[in-house]
């Protein structure tokens, strides 16, 4: 059973950047068949597509926060992380890594972690 | 960016009963539709792609249906651990996913 785990800093201050990794196991980050996501919601408020990473490193971002994210795999430690700078108190969110199932073919955002929570504060 | 408008917002159904939600897309895309269910608390789960391929693992009573800009997910005979949040997700503007901004769905 595949089972991803997001860790990082609760508490991040106004114009820092945010840094938060996510641990695949049960399966392989290295899988060629299978893309790594991060998503983020606003307290009480929708889903947000942040963007995802292919096992080669190839990424894709929501172009509104692309300017500012970086998403990167380590696939010797099996993870997946997520950078986004100049923060402000709207990226305040819970943060979810997924896998997304489907290279060719999209078959959903299958696996998710439980989220965290990042608050971005003084 | 394509524009996902879910209603209503709240939807309030007796267990037992069928609830039908809708998603709208600001523009075509095609079947490319999933919907996920989320708990309080919890993170999304995946119920439908292809608009209307149910998950690994997912009742035969969520049923999706649509195609183009109007879509359809279908609960029939409500069971108490359905009631929860439903968003709905394009992805054929690839790979810019967007959501709707979720139905909840709550017990009448």
């Known amino acids: 059973q595949v089972q991803l785990q997001e860790s990082g800093p609760g508490l991040v201050k106004p114009s820092q950047t945010l840094s938060l990794t996510c641990t695949v196991s049960?399966?392989?980050?290295?899988?060629?068949?299978?893309?790594w996501s991060w998503i983020r919601q606003p307290a009480g408020k929708g889903l947000e597509w942040i963007g995802r990473?292919?096992?080669?490193?190839?990424?894709n971002y929501n172009p509104s926060l692309k300017s500012r994210v970086t998403i990167s795999v380590d696939t010797s430690k099996n993870q997946f992380s997520l950078k986004l700078s100049s923060v402000t108190a709207a990226d305040t969110a819970v943060y979810y890594c997924a896998r997304e199932n489907g290279v060719t073919t999209f078959v959903g955002l299958d696996y998710w972690g439980q989220g965290t929570l990042v608050t971005v504060s003084s | 960016e394509i524009v996902m408008t879910q209603s209503p917002a709240t939807l309030s159904v007796s267990p037992g009963e069928r609830a039908t939600l809708s998603c709208r897309a600001s523009q075509s895309v095609s079947s490319n539709l999933a919907w996920y269910q989320q708990k309080p608390g919890q993170a999304p789960r995946l119920l439908i792609y292809?608009?209307?391929t149910r998950a690994t693992g997912i009742p035969a009573r969520f049923s999706g249906s649509g195609s183009g800009t109007e879509f359809t997910l279908t609960i029939s005979s409500l069971q108490s651990e359905d009631f929860a949040v439903y968003y709905c997700?394009?992805?054929?503007?690839?790979?810019?996913?967007?959501f709707g901004q979720g139905t909840k769905l709550e017990i009448k």
């Open positions: 990473i292919y096992t080669s490193g190839s990424t």
């Open positions: 049960g399966g392989s980050i290295s899988s060629g068949s299978y893309y």
């Open positions: 997700q394009q992805y054929n503007n690839w790979p810019w996913y967007t």
């Open positions: 292809g608009a209307s």
